[in-house]
């Protein structure tokens, strides 16, 4: 099993982007997932998640201007981004709870990582 995450780059102040995660592999079930950030110097945070059946949450500092879905059938979460600030600026991680083909357990899955930089 594997997540991968795509969609990050460069915008000015006020900009949009789009971040997609897909999950891939021997996947029996996938429970929630999330998108994670962490901006240099400090801990990574919770940014968004959304449960198996679309309750969604969002940190204080991005609610209003994220958005975050999943397509259950295609096995991807994206995180829409508007009205970016340069304090948006990290490094994304997607984050799924998934139970492998042939196992019995739920466990944490991360995709690698992209950048997203803000400028103002």
């Known amino acids: 099993v594997q997540l991968q995450a795509s969609g990050g780059g460069s915008v000015q102040a006020g900009g949009s982007l789009r971040l997609s995660c897909v999950a891939s592999g021997s996947i029996f079930t996938i429970g929630a997932m999330n998108w994670y950030r962490q901006a240099p110097g400090k801990q990574r945070e919770l940014v968004a998640a959304i449960t198996t059946y679309d309750s969604t949450n969002y940190a204080d500092s991005v609610k209003g201007r994220f958005t975050i879905s999943r397509d259950n059938a295609k096995n991807t979460v994206s995180l829409q981004m508007n009205s970016l600030r340069p304090e948006d600026t990290a490094v994304y991680y997607c984050?799924?709870?998934?139970?492998?083909?042939?196992?019995?357990?739920?466990?944490?899955?991360w995709g690698q990582g992209t950048q997203v930089t803000v400028s103002s």
């Open positions: 984050n799924a709870h998934i139970r492998a083909l042939r196992t019995d357990y739920t466990r944490d899955y």
